[in-house]
């Protein structure tokens, strides 16, 4: 069994939903890093710093402030001080700032260590833009989950429905290609495929059907080439 799953790639190729149930069929700790983000979203917006001030770099000031806890479950729920926002950091306000907070060097540095050593505690199934490829390097399966952008943004649309919100779809797109946009192309650890990691398109599959394959990989045994073989039969 690979014990620790790392699940990269961009907003809506599904990773929350499919990571969570393969971490409840596996009997893992399921962490939404992004969870991480969202939460120092939050707190900049409500002290109302705006994508003026980050660029400003006046961050880290504002980082002393933060203390971020989580309780592991079917649901991440993650707290903000001491306060449960685990509904709060999942609006479009925090969706139109996150991506301009995650290219922060300041606030990746704050947030790596603390990911790392909880990804680390027990098995994990970590999901994010950076997993395979900073936050556990040595994760025994990597994979990179992608999506056409418009499957990607109609995914997003019907969850924010879902929770009442009603946004036109042509916005939620946008939003969508921007934080492509911003999370692959910003210098400190931008969104990419690890080399050593499988990519799996979801556009075309049903949540079950990506789960399915993945616990495959998460379960099967490393059949010959170098990597966790003893030795080969000639
Ligand atoms: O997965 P999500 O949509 O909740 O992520 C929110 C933002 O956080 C997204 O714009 C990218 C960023 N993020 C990141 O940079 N690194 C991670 N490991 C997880 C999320």
Known sequence: ??????????????????ARLLAWRLGYLYLDTGAFYRAVTLHFLELGLGKEDLERGEIARFLQSVRIDICPGDETRIFLNG???SRDIRTPEVDA???????????????????????????SVVEGRDIGTVILPEADL???????PEVRARRRWRELALRGKKVDYKVVLKNVLERDSIDSQRSCAPLQQAQDAVVVDTSHLTVEEVVEKLYIMATEENHGGSCGCLFRVL
Do not use: C, W
């Not at 704050?110 to 050593?117: A, I, K, S, T």
């Not at 990597?142 to 056409?148: G, P, S």
């Open 83 to 85: 306060r449960d926002v």
């Open 97 to 123: 700032l996150v991506s301009y907070v995650a290219k922060a060097p300041e606030v990746r540095n704050f947030l790596r260590e603390v990911q790392r050593r909880i990804a680390l505690s027990r098995p």
């Open 142 to 148: 990597k994979v990179f989950l992608t999506a056409l």
């Open 1 to 18: 069994m690979k014990q620790h799953i790392a699940i990269d790639g961009p907003a809506g190729a599904g990773k929350s939903t499919v």
